[in-house]
């Protein structure tokens, strides 16, 4: 006696390709629909998440008054300008140049790290080498150390470049990181088939073509994500610059916000309108890198 499978229901739950397709575009599955209290929940979360920065904003366009006045002011005012002006004119703080630094070594930075730590991802993940899984789980372990441990010998190694108080003192030591690593060696893993690897080495390929031409190209998604962590990261860095920059003139933004929040008296006007045009570069690249940021963690998350 032969059994038939029962015809499938229309309306039914969308194959594994279609849901796959349906989450990297950002729509949600035909089964699962979002519902009002969703929406509700996501607005809250979203209120409350920007309300910081919309304060900011409102004090960093008002007067001193504002700062202490009660109950909050909560609408923006005329004094944006003179604020911003008081701000870049402070000869102490060198808040001009210590955007112009944050810019350098947060481009440089991310540039690099986006190049050394997809090469060393791809070697990790496609290459075979002798001691590969212990160097790997050396650099996996390093997660675990705290960066605080390491200023001293930081500090005396640089000093002994001749780099303390230079600009160099904050790249080189970012220049690769061991998150940046182990993220890009596990996306290349499950993105890159051996088979297509294999394959452009019996074309003649060298590894340099295929990190290049294949690797490259399939693994942009997970370079957004790895590069938008990493300019956010090297951008809101301030110990380590304080430290290394502290009393030169060449400031990274951060420490220039510290200068402002110094001294015995602190015009919180002056420092949140700095503070709001120090922000200003990481939400122009949420903007630009938004879509390709949520498709990259939607690939990371979803199997084929």
């Known amino acids: 006696m032969t059994t038939t499978a029962p015809p499938r229901p229309t309306?039914?739950?969308?194959?594994?390709?279609?849901?796959?397709?349906a989450v990297l575009l950002g729509r949600a599955p035909q089964d699962t629909p979002a519902g009002f209290w969703t929406y509700l929940f996501l607005a809250v979360t979203a209120l409350f998440a920007?309300?910081?920065?919309?304060?900011?904003?409102?004090?960093?366009?008002?007067?001193?008054?504002?700062?202490?006045?009660?109950?909050?002011?909560?609408?923006?005012?005329?004094?944006?300008?003179?604020?911003?002006?008081?701000?870049?004119?402070?000869?102490?703080?060198?808040?001009?140049?210590?955007?112009?630094?944050?810019?350098?070594?947060a481009t440089v930075v991310t540039a690099s790290v986006l190049f050394f730590c997809s090469l060393a991802g791809f070697a990790f993940a496609k290459l075979r080498f002798r001691g590969s899984r212990a160097l790997l789980l050396f650099v996996i372990l390093t997660l675990t150390v705290p960066n605080q441990l390491g200023v001293v010998a930081l500090y005396i190694v640089?000093?002994?470049?001749?780099?303390?108080?230079t600009l160099l003192a904050v790249i080189v030591p970012g220049l690769v990181t061991a998150f940046g690593v182990f993220y890009m060696r596990q996306f290349i893993?499950?993105?890159?088939?051996?088979?297509?690897?294999?394959?452009a080495r019996v074309d003649g390929a060298t590894t340099m073509r295929v990190y290049w031409?294949?690797?490259?190209?399939?693994?942009?998604?997970?370079?957004?994500?790895?590069?938008?962590?990493?300019?956010?990261?090297?951008?809101?860095?301030f110990q380590w610059p304080l430290i290394t920059l502290n009393g030169t003139d060449y400031p990274t933004s951060m420490v220039a916000i510290s200068d402002l929040a110094s001294g015995n008296y602190v015009i919180y006007r002056r420092v949140l309108a700095g503070a709001f045009v120090a922000t200003v570069p990481l939400l122009i690249m949420l903007v630009i890198g938004g879509r390709q940021i949520v498709r990259g963690i939607m690939e990371g998350a979803v199997k084929s």
Do not use: C, H
Request: aromatic share 10%; glycine share 6%; hydrophobic share 50%.
């Open 158 to 165: 640089m000093g002994k470049l001749g780099w303390n108080g």
């Open 50 to 105: 920007a309300f910081p920065l919309y304060w900011m904003f409102v004090i960093s366009t008002s007067s001193d008054e504002a700062t202490s006045q009660l109950p909050p002011v909560v609408i923006p005012g005329d004094q944006f300008l003179v604020n911003l002006d008081e701000v870049f004119s402070l000869q102490d703080v060198y808040f001009a140049a210590s955007l112009v630094n944050s810019v350098i070594v």
């Open 11 to 21: 309306g039914s739950a969308p194959p594994r390709a279609a849901r796959k397709r």
């Open 213 to 237: 031409n294949i690797v490259l190209p399939a693994v942009r998604p997970a370079l957004a994500v790895l590069g938008l962590l990493t300019f956010v990261a090297t951008w809101n860095d």
């Open 189 to 199: 893993v499950n993105t890159v088939p051996d088979e297509l690897v294999e394959s």
